[in-house]
Every structure is written in C-alpha cells, then in structure tokens.
C-alpha cells in the first residue's frame, strides 16, 4: 500500500477526520515500533489496551491512526478535526475485526502464493506441523513453518513467542517466506488465535483437525464455546480446500459442521485402512491405507499425527510411496516424547509438553503400552499458573491411575503459589504412597532421576521444548532436557563410583 486511500479498499470504516497526504509506510499494532508515516492500529487486548498508546505512536510520527476510538484524557493528542491536524483517523467499529485482512493486504496477500495449510486442535498441532514441515523438506520443497516451538523461514529458524502471532507479525513473516520462494507453509491456529480472528485474510488450502479435550477454559469459559472457537478455521475454508480430519473424535462432526471444503476423513478405531501393526519405546510401525511406514514416534496418539501428516502431505500434491518413505526418518517436534540422551545402562527419560489432561493420559498410556513387565514409570509435572484452573485435578487423577511413581513439582507458575497450585492436583490424587511433593522443579527432576534404577521409565511433563521458567513475570532460563541429561550424568557417576568402591573393598579383604 502507498496512500491512505488505499487502506479504505480494504476496511469500512465509520468516519475519517484529519488528512495524511505523504506516502504511508508500515502497518503495526506496537507504538514502540512506529516511525513516520507509519500505520498504527489500536487493538484491545486483555492485558492492555492498544488504545492508550496512539498518543506515544503519533509522537513517534505515525501518519495514519485506525482505532475505535481517541482517548480523551490525552491532551498530547492533536485534535482531528483541527485544520492543521498532521495524521488521519479512521475510526472503526472494531479493530480487531479488520486487523489480519488489512495485515495480509499490507503484507500483499502472501497467502494467494504459497500453499497454506492450518492445523488446530488440543493436542498433536506441533508434531503434525513438523513431521509435514520435515517430509517437505526431505522431498526437496522450500517449506516455511509457523509452529509452537520454531518459526522457520527459509535457513532461518528463530524460537516461537506463540503458538499464533498477532495479525501484522504474521503477515510479515508470511510474506518474507514468499521473499525466498517458499511453496508450502505450515502453521499452528490456537484456539486463542481463531477467536481473535489472527489469521483472517489468510487463503488456507487445507486445514486439519486433531482432536479437542479440555484446555484453555481459563479464556473459553466452557467446552462449547472452545469448540466453536475451532470450527472457525473450517468455517474459513472454500470448495478449493481440503478438510483433514480425525473421526475417531466426536468433536470432529462439530467442528466441519458447515465446512465446504473436500472433507478427508481418517481414524484407527473400527476401520481396516490405518492401523498400528507394531509398536515399541523406539516406535512405530503403521499401515497407512496400504502403505508402511516405520516411525520413530512412539505410543497411540503419535499414531493419528504421523496418519495426519501423510494425509496432509498428499493433499499438497506429493507422492504415496515419497511421504511414506519420508515419514520413517521424520523425527517429529522437539520436546514431544524426547528421550534424554542416555547410557543404555542409564533410567530411560523421556520429557514431553503433555500440559492437558487428555495429553498427559496419552503419553503416560503410551509409556505403559511399550514398558517392559517390571518396569515402573515414574512421572514428574505440575500445572500452569494463572490457567485453567479446574484441569489441575484431573491431571492428578490421571497421574494416580497411570504412574506408579508421582513428583508433583512447578511448571510456569507464574503470579501463583507453586505450593498451591500442588495442593489443587493432589485434590485428585487418592494414594500417599509413592507421591512426592518438590515445588522446585531442578531438584524434582534430579530426585527422579538419582533415585530411579535402569527398570525405570522417567517423564518430565508440562514444559517439553520450551527452554525457560516463568515465575513473577520474569523468564528465567530453564531446560527439562538440560537438567535430566545432567542429573543422568550424575547418576552415572554414582553408579561407577559406588562399584569402584565395592570393587576395592572386595580387594582389601583378600590381602
């Protein structure tokens, strides 16, 4: 966009004051960001209001302002209706509601060359995005990625503030991905994102639903109303798109409910065309409508996002036998059932982002599907604070049914009290035996380790990939996958040192 005018094709809006005759320049929502000329639109979020800043983006030299509304207790702000009022105002009724069509026209429409494709749900949206991201690339296709671990655009890899960014952050990195021609872009959709309408101007050419379970009620309020949130990606899609979806969940009816893309269908319950062949702690083997893939991923669940992938990827164009073949050296996404670097002789750990009821369930089901007769699983996790608040029981119910062995500890408790943010999943927990309590989340996963034998199975769950601990609106650093591989470490060094010493006892009572 060069003029004004040209932002008035794009947006209705219910009046215009004051006059902007140079050459507009950037589209941003952040008045930190703002240089002259530049576009600001003022959006109200639930921490701030974006409405408070526009007297910050008219210093900062912002020529064209789009809001609901001027405040009125800053008097730093021109009037707009003065003659000589440097900036025009377009009001509009809602700005979030014509924030990403008007980012994706900034941005010149980027989704119009690239294949998009959308992929929500609860749970499995980071490993479906990836293993399509990882089988793309294998098969030699300039791929982008939008997911909750990693933005990659190009070489170019940088780590993921959200799941879906805000309307103008995404439009810019969709168009620097059709700057280095890229053909395919995947990305995550959240809940959050759909109903904030993120992605609105955005032409999807298929979308896939995984599954719903609870999460997220915090901001959703109810089931009904977190569902409805994610039909609204299908609600987007035109007779051109493709609709991937797992029947196996009932909420899949809901969300397509409407929906007038090409709908594939797919599941592992009751049909003979996917099936699990084998599965053990090193993976899988499935049957994909025919053809056999042999995947790294381990337990069920991981069954529906390889299934989704390769579904994916055939809806983009590519080959049967090519993505199958891919999808067998596909690790999948970091943090996702990733087994801590070991010793054969050492615990196997395993950390996972499993942060839902559902999910936790499905790792933990996982690990007893592949565990040998003796062996235990321990599970080490807490629960966000300042979330959700009534899935902390459930998720200590869970842990009571499918553990043997239990450490409550902190994820990101954030404002809250680690310890009573512990004492509302313990409200699910009916055992005494074998529950421990460590709100420091270092020394819990070091405990879990240094007490385990090699006939254990230790998961870290909640925070998977993520690389940091937030508590008191601070990020501190913090690695799951750090702390195991170093408490692994020391359990080694135990071990030797120990035998070292039998060995040499053993030696002084024979001389």
Not at 197 to 224: C, P, W
Not at 451 to 477: C, F, M, N, P, W
Request: charged share 25%; proline share 4%.
């Amino acid at each position: 966009m060069k003029k004004a005018s040209d932002i008035l094709k794009v947006i209705q809006p219910v009046q215009l004051m004051g006059r902007f005759d140079g050459r507009i320049g950037r589209l941003t929502i952040d008045s930190r960001q703002v240089r002259s000329g530049d576009v600001f639109m003022a959006i109200p979020g639930t921490a701030t209001d974006g409405h408070n800043y526009i007297g910050a983006a008219l210093r900062n030299g912002a020529g064209v302002i789009i809001a609901e509304r001027l405040p009125c207790d800053d008097p730093l702000i021109p009037d707009p209706e003065s003659s000589d009022t440097p900036y025009l105002f377009i009001q509009v009724s809602n700005t979030r509601d014509i924030a990403g069509d008007l980012a994706q026209a900034f941005a010149g429409h980027p989704s119009r060359t690239m294949k998009m494709v959308g992929i929500t749900g609860t749970n499995g949206k980071t490993t479906v995005a990836t293993l399509v991201y990882q089988v793309l690339r294998t098969l030699g296709y300039n791929s982008g990625l939008l997911s909750t671990v990693d933005t990659r655009v190009g070489d170019k890899v940088r780590p993921s503030k959200l799941t879906t960014p805000d309307p103008v952050s995404l439009a810019v990195t969709l168009r620097d991905m059709v700057r280095v021609d890229t053909a395919f872009a995947l990305m995550e959709v959240s809940s959050h994102a759909l109903e904030q309408k993120r992605v609105n101007g955005i032409r999807f050419h298929a979308a896939a639903f995984t599954n719903i379970s609870q999460d997220h009620l915090d901001y959703h309020q109810d089931m009904e109303s977190y569902i409805e949130a994610k039909k609204k990606l299908f609600d987007m899609l035109d007779s051109r798109s493709i609709a991937i979806i797992n029947r196996d969940d009932p909420a899949s009816y809901r969300v397509t409910d409407g929906c007038r893309a090409d709908i594939w269908e797919f599941g592992f319950r009751d049909r003979s065309d996917f099936r699990i062949l084998d599965q053990s702690s090193d993976g899988m083997v499935l049957d994909l409508d025919g053809m056999i893939v042999s995947s790294p991923l381990a337990g069920r669940y991981n069954a529906y996002n390889v299934a989704q992938a390769y579904l994916i990827c055939l809806a983009l164009g590519c080959t049967k036998n090519s993505v199958a073949a891919a999808l067998c050296d596909a690790p999948g996404a970091a943090g996702r059932l990733e087994r801590v670097v070991s010793e054969a002789s050492h615990p196997m750990v395993f950390v996972d982002y499993a942060h839902t009821p559902d999910a936790l369930e499905n790792v933990l089901k996982a690990l007893l599907q592949v565990r040998e007769p003796d062996e235990k699983v321990h599970v080490v996790f807490g629960c966000g604070g300042d979330r959700d608040r009534s899935k902390r029981p459930e998720m200590g119910h869970i842990a009571d049914q499918y553990a043997d062995i239990i450490t409550l500890t902190s994820d990101n408790p954030r404002s809250e009290n680690p310890d009573a943010i512990i004492r509302d999943i313990r409200k699910g927990i009916v055992r005494n035996d074998r529950l421990y309590l460590e709100p420091d989340r270092r020394k819990a996963i070091r405990s879990a380790i240094l007490e385990s034998d090699t006939r254990t199975i230790v998961l870290i769950a909640g925070k998977g990939h993520e690389a940091y601990q937030e508590i008191h609106g601070r990020r501190l650093r913090f690695d799951d996958r750090n702390v195991a591989s170093g408490a692994l470490r020391e359990w080694g060094s135990r071990r030797f040192y120990k035998a070292g010493r039998r060995v040499r006892t053993k030696n002084d009572g024979e001389n």
